[in-house]
């Protein structure tokens, strides 16, 4: 199983970019389904962005098409979001996610690990 520490969160202006790190322990981290996620105060947590274990398929919300890349580097353990042509709207905590099946990222299902979360506000 891994580990996930996300860094990389902060204030950032409306039209501006951020990117978050997602960092994972352990040996197997390219055989895991990436996927970040986000929680805005006083609602639930929703799906991103997902990509699969080896960087080939990626999937995103469709709020954040355009704006947003999940990408990964197996040989640094690490997945990245970056987000760019930010918004108030996106404005949450943002946490990355480890799961076996890259088509069950989206419906945060069977996921096996959680990072702590890194907190993203974007002013107007």
């Known amino acids: 199983q891994v580990q996930l520490v996300e860094s990389g969160g902060g204030l950032a202006q409306a039209g501006g970019s951020l990117r978050l790190s997602c960092v994972a322990s352990?040996?197997?981290?390219?055989?895991?389904?990436m996927g970040w996620f986000r929680q805005a105060p006083g609602k639930e947590r929703v799906f991103v962005a997902a990509i699969s274990w080896g960087g080939r398929n990626t999937d995103y919300l469709d709020s954040v098409k355009g704006r947003f890349t999940i990408s990964r580097d197996n040989a640094k353990n690490t997945v990245y979001l970056q987000m760019n042509s930010l918004k108030p709207e996106d404005t949450a905590v943002y946490y990355c996610?480890?799961?076996?099946?890259?088509?069950?990222?989206?419906?945060?299902?069977?996921?096996?690990?959680w990072g702590q979360g890194a907190l993203v506000t974007v002013s107007s």
């Open positions: 352990g040996r197997t981290f390219s055989s895991y389904a």
């Open positions: 996610a480890a799961g076996r099946t890259y088509p069950n990222i989206r419906l945060g299902e069977y996921l096996e690990q």
